[in-house]
């Protein structure tokens, strides 16, 4: 029997998961104290504590749970998974120069930039040591990679951002390596720690590769079209920090000569005057590029939904199907 559908499908999920994920929350509690360092729990708990939705993990325990796991490492693989998401969290308001996160100032704006980069590598380390408890090497050899392509990613992403010959090729290639990448190891190692058959494995990773991809274009569209009170960001923040997104991609793809100059002017050369966000959302408009990247969104979460198939019948799998439909159904 289908659960109230008023509720939202994350928050359905996490009451379905609720006894795991008050483990998990102990254990990042538990983990992220320092004897010595008293600034890491305070700057940790900061994000940890801002409302996040603990989708990540809860994509772990659900994987785990559906593929019929009843040991106690799924616990340790979700907060691995958190402590990863954290730690990219905080490097990236670094990088970004970013003053806002989940609708509160961030940890480099209210400490320092210093604080926010070795807490960042204090909780990769955690991350490292949760992730060897299982005692699984595949395990490891998951997490461990995903952490390294994350990074990589978002170095590829430094080089591409402001470069108007990033194509969409490119762009998906930073978004699979800084986003989804954790996705979709997530979603694997709940698999693997159950010792699902390699079938059920495939199609959580790809299940949770897609699902991460539409994450993050969603994401890059309510940069655009969002409001700052549902997304926690300013409106425009992409543009202002000269990111080439998938809405700007397209856009400059199909520009003539003066919107191209206009282009290279606000992203290349980083010249932006008044106006120019509003004139950067008229060319998006008038090359209907917003709704172009809104539908390549829904394609990509109906490529999760049905990378399901091959998994056996489960509320579980329903709930995860329904995550698929709720990242998308956050574009207003």
């Known amino acids: 029997m289908r659960q109230d559908t008023r509720q939202k499908p994350h928050d359905r999920l996490a009451e ?37 939705k603990r989708l990540r993990p809860m994509l772990t325990l659900a994987a785990a749970r559906l593929s019929g796991y009843t040991g106690p490492y799924h616990v340790h693989l979700a907060a691995t998974v958190e402590f990863i998401h954290t730690a990219t969290l905080l490097h990236d308001d670094v990088v970004d120069e970013s003053q806002q996160r989940r609708g509160r100032p961030t940890a480099n704006l209210l400490w320092d930039n210093q604080s926010s980069v070795l807490v960042g590598d204090y909780l990769f380390a955690r991350s490292f040591q949760l992730m060897t408890e299982p005692g699984s090497m595949r395990v490891m050899r998951i997490l461990s990679n995903a952490a390294a392509t994350i990074a990589e990613g978002e170095v590829l992403q430094l ?48 299940y949770g590769d897609a699902l991460g991809i539409s994450f993050q274009i969603v994401d890059d569209l309510l940069d655009y079209r969002g409001q700052t009170n549902a997304t926690g960001k300013n409106i425009g923040d992409d543009f202002r920090e000269r990111k080439l997104t998938l809405p700007v991609i397209k ?32 060319l998006m408009q008038r090359h209907d590029t917003l709704n172009a990247t809104e539908k390549d969104a829904r394609a990509w979460a109906e490529t999760a939904k049905s990378a399901l198939a091959p998994l056996p019948d489960h509320e579980i799998k329903h709930m995860l199907i329904d995550i698929a439909d709720y990242v998308v159904s956050r574009i207003t």
Do not use: C
């Open 16 to 52: 379905a998961l609720h006894d795991d994920l008050q483990a998990v929350n102990a254990l990042i509690r538990e983990r992220m104290a320092s004897e010595h360092a008293p600034r890491i729990p305070e700057v940790t708990a900061h994000l940890v504590d801002a409302g996040g």
């Open 159 to 206: 080089t591409a951002a402001q470069n108007l010959a990033t194509t969409e090729a490119v762009y998906l290639q930073v978004v699979r390596g800084k986003t989804a990448a954790l996705f979709s190891a997530a979603t694997e190692v709940g698999g693997v720690i159950a010792d699902a058959p390699e079938d059920h494995v495939r199609a959580l990773f790809d």
């Open 251 to 282: 856009a400059v793809a199909r520009a003539d000569d003066e919107e191209r100059a206009f282009w290279k002017r606000t992203i290349e050369l980083g010249k932006q005057e008044d106006g120019d966000l509003d004139h950067a959302l008229a």
